[in-house]
């Protein structure tokens, strides 16, 4: 059994190709935690004990990945009502989606248990060392982002919802006067965050509500809201975490609702007030998936809003609002380049560990690669009203479709569990870069 899991870790971390010799101090040191990690895991599963890659997993975020933390407060950014959560047995709906979201396979995959982190609106103190999901439909980086649609939780306060989770650890009878062993354990942690989707679907593109458009174009525009995330992330390492999984946003030029604007006769401008109803119900939050006939392939390629210019409505050419996503590529070009600053050495985040999700590559792949995974329906929602099942998100009891997973989308902005599982297995094991830069959610929980 150890020699097994040895060999396969050190595999793992060669990439298949390179020896530990040849990968310098970085690849030999991720090569040999691999392997000690296998051997824990080995002797864990040799007692009946396995033991979890990581022992907790802290949750940031929109509501791609919100489990219920917007229930209790008012807003129309819920989803705690069905078809919401009609796959999910666990308990009740919450999710986004039709059943789990990427971060609860995730958290399963890394081998939690039990399985899923409570959300921190509803977290017992004896749950939080385990981990907890902060996340918040229609929140973003500015504090400002989703006001539209009522209650939520930006960013900002959702880290203080950690730091007052942290000072509660600090009391529990686990860590109680031992602020180095608190803070080891949360060293081990991941910490996903993924912002970003609603200051663009739920500020920039909806001039009507917000005058942010007016003040700033595409580039200064991702300028803010990247210094704003990295100030928040500074926060979390002064908190105590190390391991970070940040994830770039997606082409939601390309989720249903965008499509069926695309595909409408009296198309209404790139901000139009009717975004605030279509959204409403649903939650705001932006869409992760691209349309295999979307001309960006890459969240971290090329963008075609150049400089300062002012978005401008679509004209109807090709199948995705490309002005939006042409704005989110400015946006993850600079993310991107923010995860490669931290992580380098004598950074501001010295001894911390990034990983960056390219959600618009492994959109991209996904929707090109959509047969071969059962999906024969890219282009609007399982539950939803008008075209493209995206002009009105899904409405309380209404009766969705009946094979989900042969959908991408769930509704008009999120993506179904079926997606969502492809996508949290190519973040915890894809070796490919473009991906997941620069290792893979595994190989960071092993270091």
């Given at each position: 059994?150890?020699?097994?899991?040895?060999?396969?870790?050190?595999?793992?971390?060669?990439?298949?190709?390179?020896?530990?010799?040849?990968?310098?101090?970085?690849?030999?040191?991720?090569?040999?935690?691999?392997?000690?990690?296998?051997?824990?895991?080995?002797?864990?599963?040799?007692?009946?004990?396995?033991?979890?890659?990581?022992?907790?997993?802290?949750?940031?975020?929109?509501?791609?990945?919100?489990?219920?933390?917007?229930?209790?407060?008012?807003?129309?950014?819920?989803?705690?009502?069905?078809?919401?959560?009609?796959?999910?047995?666990?308990?009740?709906?919450?999710?986004?989606?039709?059943?789990?979201?990427?971060?609860?396979?995730?958290?399963?995959?890394?081998?939690?248990?039990?399985?899923?982190?409570?959300?921190?609106?509803?977290?017992?103190?004896?749950?939080?060392?385990?981990?907890?999901?902060?996340?918040?439909?229609?929140?973003?980086?500015?504090?400002?982002?989703?006001?539209?649609?009522?209650?939520?939780?930006?960013?900002?306060?959702?880290?203080?919802?950690?730091?007052?989770?942290?000072?509660?650890?600090?009391?529990?009878?686990?860590?109680?006067?031992?602020?180095?062993?608190?803070?080891?354990?949360?060293?081990?942690?991941?910490?996903?965050?993924?912002?970003?989707?609603?200051?663009?679907?739920?500020?920039?593109?909806?001039?009507?509500?917000?005058?942010?458009?007016?003040?700033?174009?595409?580039?200064?525009?991702?300028?803010?809201?990247?210094?704003?995330?990295?100030?928040?992330?500074?926060?979390?390492?002064?908190?105590?975490?190390?391991?970070?999984?940040?994830?770039?946003?997606?082409?939601?030029?390309?989720?249903?609702?965008?499509?069926?604007?695309?595909?409408?006769?009296?198309?209404?401008?790139?901000?139009?007030?009717?975004?605030?109803?279509?959204?409403?119900?649903?939650?705001?939050?932006?869409?992760?998936?691209?349309?295999?006939?979307?001309?960006?392939?890459?969240?971290?390629?090329?963008?075609?809003?150049?400089?300062?210019?002012?978005?401008?409505?679509?004209?109807?050419?090709?199948?995705?609002?490309e002005t939006i996503n042409s704005a989110i590529a400015i946006?993850?070009?600079?993310?991107?380049?923010?995860?490669?600053?931290?992580?380098?050495?004598?950074?501001?985040?010295?001894?911390?560990?990034?990983?960056?999700?390219?959600?618009?590559?492994?959109?991209?792949?996904?929707?090109?690669?959509?047969?071969?995974?059962?999906?024969?329906?890219?282009?609007?929602?399982?539950?939803?009203?008008?075209?493209?099942?995206?002009?009105?998100?899904?409405?309380?009891?209404?009766?969705?479709?009946?094979?989900?997973?042969?959908?991408?989308?769930?509704?008009?902005?999120?993506?179904?569990?079926?997606?969502?599982?492809?996508?949290?297995?190519?973040?915890?094991?894809?070796?490919?870069?473009?991906?997941?830069?620069?290792?893979?959610?595994?190989?960071?929980?092993?270091?």
């Amino acid at each position: 059994m150890h020699a097994v899991a040895v060999s396969r870790s050190i595999e793992v971390a060669r990439g298949g190709r390179r020896s530990p010799e040849t990968m310098g101090y970085d690849g030999r040191r991720l090569a040999l935690a691999l392997a000690v990690a296998a051997c824990w895991a080995a002797e864990s599963i040799a007692w009946g004990a396995p033991r979890p890659a990581a022992p907790c997993m802290y949750v940031f975020g929109d509501s791609l990945v919100d489990n219920g933390n917007n229930n209790g407060i008012l807003s129309l950014a819920r989803a705690n009502y069905r078809p919401y959560g009609i796959d999910f047995r666990e308990g009740p709906p919450g999710r986004f989606t039709n059943g789990r979201t990427m971060v609860d396979f995730l958290s399963d995959m890394l081998g939690l248990r039990p399985p899923l982190v409570p959300p921190y609106a509803t977290a017992r103190p004896a749950d939080l060392p385990r981990g907890a999901n902060f996340a918040s439909g229609a929140s973003g980086i500015l504090a400002e982002t989703g006001n539209n649609l009522g209650g939520h939780y930006p960013l900002s306060e959702q880290v203080e919802h950690f730091r007052a989770a942290v000072g509660a650890m600090g009391n529990a009878s686990a860590f109680r006067g031992n602020a180095t062993r608190l803070a080891e354990h949360l060293g081990r942690c991941i910490f996903f965050v993924g912002m970003g989707s609603n200051d663009y679907l739920n500020n920039y593109f909806m001039p009507g509500y917000y005058d942010t458009a007016q003040r700033y174009g595409p580039r200064d525009y991702a300028a803010l809201l990247l210094q704003g995330y990295a100030a928040q992330l500074a926060a979390l390492y002064g908190l105590g975490a190390r391991k970070f999984v940040v994830a770039g946003v997606g082409q939601i030029g390309c989720i249903p609702y965008e499509l069926a604007r695309m595909n409408s006769d009296n198309q209404p401008s790139v901000g139009s007030e009717d975004i605030s109803i279509s959204i409403g119900i649903g939650g705001g939050g932006g869409g992760v998936w691209s349309s295999p006939t979307s001309s960006n392939t890459s969240g971290s390629g090329g963008g075609g809003v150049s400089g300062n210019a002012k978005p401008t409505p679509p004209d109807g050419a090709g199948a995705c609002n490309e002005t939006i996503n042409s704005a989110i590529a400015i946006y993850n070009r600079g993310l991107l380049a923010m995860v490669k600053r931290f992580n380098g050495r004598g950074g501001q985040l010295r001894g911390a560990r990034l990983v960056f999700l390219d959600t618009v590559q492994s959109g991209t792949d996904l929707a090109a690669n959509a047969a071969a995974h059962g999906f024969t329906v890219l282009d609007r929602g399982c539950c939803g009203v008008g075209r493209n099942n995206g002009q009105i998100t899904c409405l309380p009891l209404q009766r969705p479709c009946d094979d989900r997973s042969a959908y991408l989308f769930w509704d008009a902005f999120h993506p179904t569990e079926a997606v969502n599982r492809i996508y949290a297995a190519k973040a915890f094991g894809s070796n490919n870069t473009a991906e997941v830069y620069p290792i893979n959610v595994s190989q960071l929980a092993a270091l």
